[in-house]
């Protein structure tokens, strides 16, 4: 039995069926977009690659001399890119060797004081000894002295006078070995300021050590190797303490940050095998390792897409491309370009073929 559609119904047919054609093709494109599973024991996420950047930045404040690099440039560790201007530095370094010049005469002077304070100890040491052998002589006189007048034969008169020189010698001795204890304070005295003037030569040799590093430091020189991203200052201009210059990609460093699910970072482990697929190239398969997990959820970014609308809560997780493998192709690593990271979570699981390791050559 054959059916005929109401007259009032067909001018509405053929829109009805262009709708369905729409539908199913539009479909068929959001299926044919969607990335391609490759089974239990696998996990992907959406990211982009990125690398570690590195300021370069000025130590002391001062004017800028000049930037040897420009932007795009790659760079070796230890090359210079900029210089500071260091007349000042120079200036400050130049009085610094003058005060340590002066710092060294300063102990040489000292030096020499502690040499005749020894001397003049060693005369007062002799002149005890002079003064002490006086003593016996003149207290054996005094001795025999007393015997002669005893037995009468020497007046009371001599008696007296061997009795005073006697004492006229004690006091002289005394005298000397105060002058022996006054040198041996001054020698002391002598050897605190030689102390004090090396220790002047030592600060002095510190400062010039500091200046000198200063010195050094005022040409600004790559940390390690990687490109120039930014010239964020010309030369000319006046820069405050810290302040930065260049902007460095460090290329031997380049990961893809991505997200996934809270129900699967607990399966990631460090090292885990990933491969790296990009929007840009995708007929590359670059691998990469798991370097990094977030150790707690974060709200997904807008600007990363999911694979479940319904997961909220994402786990950060970085992956490493091998440095061997960006040494061999660093003119071509680019930060910045999206793509796609596939993650075995299951060690015995086998890549499929669409993930095997392409490389560029």
């Known amino acids: 039995m054959t059916m005929t559609l109401p007259t009032r119904f067909k001018p509405l047919l053929l829109p009805l069926a262009l709708l369905a054609v729409a539908a199913g093709g539009g479909a068929y494109a959001w299926r044919s977009w969607q990335p391609h599973t490759p089974g239990e024991g696998f996990l992907s996420g959406n990211g982009r690659i990125e690398a570690t950047e590195i300021d370069v930045a000025t130590k002391l404040g001062g004017r800028l001399q000049d930037v040897q690099v420009n932007e795009g440039d790659f760079v070796r560790r230890g090359q210079v890119l900029a210089h500071m201007q260091v007349e000042t530095l120079q200036a400050q370094r130049d009085e610094a060797q003058a005060r340590q010049r002066q710092a060294v005469t300063s102990v040489a002077s000292a030096e020499a004081q502690v040499a005749v304070r020894e001397s003049d100890r060693q005369a007062a040491q002799a002149l005890v000894t002079q003064r002490e052998s006086e003593l016996d002589a003149a207290t054996r006189r005094l001795t025999r002295s007393e015997a002669l007048t005893r037995e009468g034969a020497a007046s009371g008169q ?26 041996e304070s001054a020698i002391r005295a002598a050897y605190t300021q030689v102390a004090g003037a ?164």
Request: aromatic residues 6%; hydrophobic residues 45%.
């Open 158 to 183: 001599e008696l007296d006078d061997d009795r005073a020189r006697v004492r006229s010698i004690e006091a002289a001795v005394r005298a000397a070995r105060a002058q022996v204890a006054a040198a």
């Open 198 to 361: 090396k220790a002047s030569v030592a600060a002095a040799g510190a400062t010039v050590d500091r200046i000198q590093a200063d010195l050094d430091d005022s040409a600004l020189i790559a940390p390690r190797d990687g490109r120039v991203q930014y010239r964020i200052a010309e030369p000319g201009e006046v820069l405050g303490n810290g302040g930065k210059v260049l902007n460095l990609v460090d290329l031997s460093d380049v990961y893809m940050t991505f997200f996934v699910p809270e129900t699967s970072a607990g399966k990631l482990a460090l090292g885990s095998e990933v491969r790296v697929v990009l929007d840009a190239a995708p007929q590359y398969v670059i691998p990469a390792r798991v370097s990094y997990v977030a150790s707690t959820a974060q709200f997904t970014p807008k600007t990363v897409e999911t694979a479940s609308e319904r997961q909220k809560l994402m786990f950060r997780v970085k992956a490493r491309i091998d440095p061997a493998l960006l040494q061999q192709h660093v003119t071509q690593v680019k930060t910045g370009l999206p793509g796609m990271a596939w993650i075995k979570l299951d060690p015995t699981a086998s890549w499929p073929s669409e993930l095997n390791l392409k490389v560029p050559k």
